[in-house]
């Protein structure tokens, strides 16, 4: 591990674990506590914290600890993107995927991806993830750039 990381890297590296901890977390709450189930798209968002967690790890256990936060980063970012185009697919700015927001149950697709199950101030559980998930790797990777004043 590099001991050299100054404090603006040590709260990338947090932040590149907690983020996507956090809302990983919060959508497992949704489906097991509040029956929210994830649609196809959902579980797309779901992968990308998946890996986002796992190079968070990687950053605080191998070489190059920065390069690894950074792919952190943008795996978080990715998940933020899903989470854009399942935003528009919710509220009808674009087409889906045709399995996942079409009446045809015959494919074991059981939630659609064109219907927000919840919302909070007009915003569904994609747009949430997709602004946290957006906003978190643009503060990671802009943590990443700065580099501490000598005092």
Known sequence: MDVTLDASDRLA???AFAIPALLLSGALISEHVFGLY???MCWWQRYGHIAAIGLAFLGAIAPQPRLWVGLAALAIAVSGLIGVAHVGVEYGWWQGIT????????????VR???AEWTLWGISLAGWNALFSLGGAMAIWALLLVKEKAA
């Open 13 to 15: 590296r947090l932040l």
């Open 38 to 40: 994830p649609c196809e």
């Open 99 to 110: 399995a996942c927001s079409s009446d045809d149950f015959n494919s074991f697709v059981l």
């Open 113 to 115: 991806c064109d219907k």
